[in-house]
């Protein structure tokens, strides 16, 4: 049977959508969007494109949730396979599910939850739960603590991918237990396209959350203290001073309230009222300003005590109804350098300015998956800073001005001598050089197909020409 070719509509069609990331700076208009609505369709697709029908596009991305805010996903042909069936199959004793790779983090635990009377759940989240489970796994997103990953209970991964010969199109699957298995973590979309993959499940945990303002110090002084204190935490360092808003969480015994929920982010409330003033009083911009300054800290004399308490997938992803849009960069550090980092920080901003939001910081456990940032071999976590900015009321100056303050700090962080590792689908300035020497690109590159290259990744997997 004849495959029919794929209609490729001219760039100024309207069948072919302007995308744009969560931060709102970055656009993708592709050449060719398409949403198969199952995975034979999507070989049909990459096979068509491969023989050059209707043409051969430089690279073919995946599209997640568009959560990066980078150009890991700017391509003149996407595959969305969000249309693809969303499909569970659970064990008969629900100790393990397999699923295919395009639900939403959100929405699939949900469906766990309701699958025992105790329910079921992954051992962790990240911060945004609009992650498709793909998105997850590609760019290895890490939850807010080091004693676990959101991988630990994933078994295998299954994707569409390109056979060796360069043209035909297989599907593979890797298990844990296979030495291809620490390219799939982390994989960047770089070997194919994940359709499916299967997790081991435990019973649901619920978790008593706490949110207060604290001086820094009391969390990432003692960061081994910390650590054993909560079982979850981060800290939003405020800028221009020495105090932080402190999320913490804590198990809690036995099977709590299933409807426990955030009745809203007070923080981040309070962030878009003091953002709004500053709209009425000022031009923003990408570094705080005084009247910012001055606001951010009203807030953090006024907010007082949250508390909540609720199941891992509530409680967890406290992001997950954040009204603000941000960009940010997301990078590791060894524990042991936390102090010399955050100095560099504070010299850093007092002559560059403070970026317009606060920065978040957290505990990582360490992984050992070839392109993963969290790969620090010889250390069991990593200390991670997300530099954080409001972009929505930015102008194109000001998302410009956003990379030029990151590099400048990126290469401080170079300059005195400080190790670090970026997170690929974040704002990061690596290239082919660093690539190699932090990473285990020699033994990543041979499951590295080219057609799933952009220019972002080949100018950081590919020597220069």
């Not at 209609?7 to 050449?31: A, E, F, G, K, Y």
């Not at 043209?167 to 396209?193: K, N, Q």
């Not at 990432?220 to 969480?249: C, E, H, Q, V």
Request: aromatic share 10%; net charge negative; with cysteine.
């Amino acid at each position: 049977m004849t495959t029919p070719p794929i209609p490729l509509p001219d760039i100024d069609q309207p069948s072919v959508p302007m995308l744009t990331d969560w931060s709102h700076t970055i656009q993708i208009r592709p050449r060719l969007y398409y949403r198969p609505r199952s995975v034979d369709e999507l070989k049909r697709c990459l096979t068509d494109l491969l023989a050059g029908r209707p043409w051969k596009p430089d690279s073919i991305r995946i599209p997640g949730s568009l959560h990066s805010t980078c150009d890991i996903v700017v391509s003149d042909a996407l595959i969305d396979i969000y249309d693809l069936p969303h499909t569970l199959e659970f064990d008969p004793d629900f100790s393990a599910v397999t699923a295919s790779a395009n639900w939403r983090l959100h929405d699939f635990l949900i469906e766990l939850s309701r699958c025992t009377p105790r329910g079921k759940s992954l051992v962790a989240t990240g911060g945004t739960d609009e992650q498709t489970l793909a998105g997850l796994i590609s760019t290895n997103t890490a939850p807010p603590t080091d004693r676990v990953t959101l991988f630990d209970t994933l078994e295998w991964v299954e994707f569409v991918t390109v056979g060796p010969d360069g043209t035909s199109v297989v599907e593979r699957r890797v298990t844990r237990a296979e030495p291809d298995f620490r390219a799939v973590v982390c994989s960047l979309g770089a070997i194919g396209i994940i359709t499916k993959v299967r997790f081991g499940l435990i019973d649901e945990p619920y978790y008593r959350v706490v949110q207060k303002i604290v001086g820094i110090e009391t969390v990432l002084g003692d960061l081994a203290r910390t650590a054993k204190t909560y079982d979850f935490w981060r800290i939003n360092w405020i800028p221009d001073s020495n105090k932080g808003l402190l999320w913490m969480a804590t198990l809690l015994p036995g099977k709590g309230n299933p409807l426990g929920n955030y009745p809203g982010d007070k923080s981040e409330k309070a962030i878009r009222f003091v953002m709004s003033l500053v709209q009425k009083l000022a031009h923003p911009g990408p570094v705080l300003d005084w009247i910012e300054d001055i606001l951010l800290k009203i807030l953090a004399l006024t907010f007082g005590t949250q508390v909540n308490e609720g199941p891992l997938r509530n409680m967890i992803p406290v992001d997950r109804f954040s009204p603000l849009t941000v960009a940010l960069s997301e990078w590791g550090f060894d524990p042991a350098d936390t102090q010399r980092v955050l100095e560099t920080c504070r010299d850093y901003y007092a002559k560059a300015g403070w970026p317009n939001l606060p920065i978040e910081i957290q505990l990582t456990k360490t992984d050992d998956h070839y392109m993963s940032p969290w790969n620090w071999p010889g250390l069991d976590r990593i200390i991670k800073f997300d530099f954080q900015y409001l972009t929505e009321d930015l102008d194109a100056a000001g998302i410009a001005g956003i990379s030029t303050h990151l590099e400048g700090l990126w290469r401080e962080l170079q300059r005195r001598n400080i190790p670090f590792k970026a997170h690929w689908g974040k704002i990061n300035f690596l290239d082919y050089a660093q690539t190699r020497k932090i990473h285990q690109l020699d033994q990543f590159a041979p499951s590295v197909r080219p057609v799933f290259l952009n220019d972002y990744l080949r100018t950081r997997l590919l020597p220069p020409k």
